[in-house]
């Protein structure tokens, strides 16, 4: 028998209960915080020393695109986490 939710897919089963699966979604949504809080340190660096090369202090176009790099490998980073969960909560992983 299928559960349908109110637009029209499958719940998951409550995986959620497993101790083991608490733990590991709980570690997971750390991480997912940790990113975000360098994602946003990342952003300021990058917007700093734009704020900077515009008032003349120098070429930091290396410096940002590196910046930059790092905050999109925590945007990818954070979306596999994501993922991860939704694996352990639909039972896929």
């Known amino acids: 028998m299928r559960d ?3 637009h ?9 209960d497993d101790p083991e699966n608490r733990r590991r979604i709980a570690s997971l ?17 990058a917007h700093e020393l734009m704020a900077r090369e515009l008032a003349g202090e120098g070429p930091f176009a290396q410096e940002i695109h590196r910046l930059k790099q790092r905050k999109m490998v ?4 954070a979306q596999a986490n994501r993922a991860r969960i939704n694996q352990i909560l639909w039972g896929t992983r």
């Open 4 to 6: 349908d939710n109110s």
């Open 8 to 16: 029209g897919g499958i719940l998951p089963p409550n995986l959620s």
């Open 29 to 45: 949504e750390r991480e997912i915080e940790d990113f975000a809080r360098e994602q946003k340190e990342v952003e300021a660096q």
């Open 74 to 77: 925590l945007i990818t980073q």
